[in-house]
């Protein structure tokens, strides 16, 4: 079997396709893996039906084995275990159940050049909830599947330039059908506040002004705080298409909860997030005491320094002085 260098350990069944090359069958060997974006100076262009599902039957192809290094004695190649995905920028097709069953993947990266994206293709991957996009036009229509495909909460940046443009937190809903017993029949219902967020699409384009008006419904209804509070400070830290009026509602929540966001960047190790919290919050006295013993408690001298200087700055101590003669 032909072996060529790559980024990550796969084994690949390929065949051409006009100017590309289509993978028709990939099984990685590390938890987080990254699809080649050129084999033999060909673009990969193409994912085959059940291309990364796990126990998808043998295709008839070229086979080869890509690799960094070389490969343990007992690699295992096998799908089940892939957490974290990169698919090339290359990729324009993506097929029928291509990930079907790979249920522990839960960071998909990706280009926004697929135009066509199998049905199936992400069924039963159950953790799948974050994604990075490389955008060159097309993000909406990818969301815009992504979105209607998962209920769940998703985690979505989208970048251009190489830069982080935008990061978007889509909040979970849940569909159901109830059994009505006295009328004979099924009561469809849906609960959570993210169904409004998973459908702020318009022909297949992301309205982020629709999206950001949902922010007000969401609080009045019930909803997860944690994911709340993580979707406006996203929205204020990277302010894509942001409102006067979305900003000041995004930045009343994180006044108001501001120790769960020093809470939240301390888990990031965000420093420089948190100074620009500290600039938005402007929290008092006692809430920057006590994020300064949340910082202790982690040990991030860097976040504590940022937080004493803060509270010296605006609430300076020591005795007054007083020149008058």
Not at 100 to 124: H, P, Q
Not at 129 to 146: I, K, M, P
Not at 182 to 209: E, M, Q, R, S, T
Not at 291 to 309: D, K, M, Q, S, V
């Amino acid at each position: 079997m032909e072996i060529i260098s790559g980024v990550s350990g796969w084994k690949l069944t390929v065949r051409r396709e006009g100017d590309g090359i289509a993978v028709l069958r990939a099984e990685a060997c590390e938890p987080a893996a990254v699809l080649p974006e050129t084999l033999w100076d060909l673009p990969v262009t193409a994912l085959g039906d059940h291309a990364l599902a796990p126990g998808a039957g043998p295709v008839f192809g070229r086979e080869v084995v890509v690799s960094c290094g070389p490969l343990p004695p007992d690699a295992q190649w096998d799908n089940r275990n892939l957490r974290d995905l990169t698919l090339p920028a290359s990729l324009e097709r993506v097929g029928d159940y291509a990930l079907f069953n790979c249920g522990e993947l839960k960071v998909l990266r990706l280009g926004d050049g697929v135009r066509y994206w199998g049905g199936g293709a992400i069924m039963n991957c159950r953790r799948l909830d974050t994604f990075q996009v490389d955008c060159a036009g097309r993000e909406g229509e990818l969301l815009a599947c992504l979105a209607g495909e998962l209920p769940g909460e998703l985690d979505v940046t989208l970048r251009r330039g190489g830069e982080t443009a935008a990061r978007l937190i889509f909040p979970e809903y849940v569909e159901v059908y109830e059994e009505n017993c006295p009328a004979h029949h099924f009561d469809y219902n849906i609960y959570g506040a993210g169904y409004g967020y998973h459908h702020c699409f318009y022909g297949k384009k992301l309205d982020i002004k629709a999206y950001d008006a949902l922010w007000r419904p969401m609080l009045a209804m019930e909803h997860d705080g944690d994911c709340a509070l993580r979707l406006a400070w996203w929205r204020l830290r990277y302010p894509a298409e942001l409102t006067d009026r979305a900003a000041a509602d995004y930045r009343a929540y994180l006044r108001s909860h501001v120790l769960e966001a020093v809470q939240f960047l301390l888990s990031l190790g965000d420093v420089s997030g948190l100074g620009l919290l500290l600039a938005e919050a402007q929290p008092d006295r006692e809430t920057l005491a006590a994020a300064c013993a949340l910082a202790r408690e982690r040990g991030n001298a860097a976040a504590l320094a940022l937080l004493l200087e803060e509270r010296h700055r605006r609430f300076p101590t020591g005795a007054a002085r007083d020149f008058t003669l």
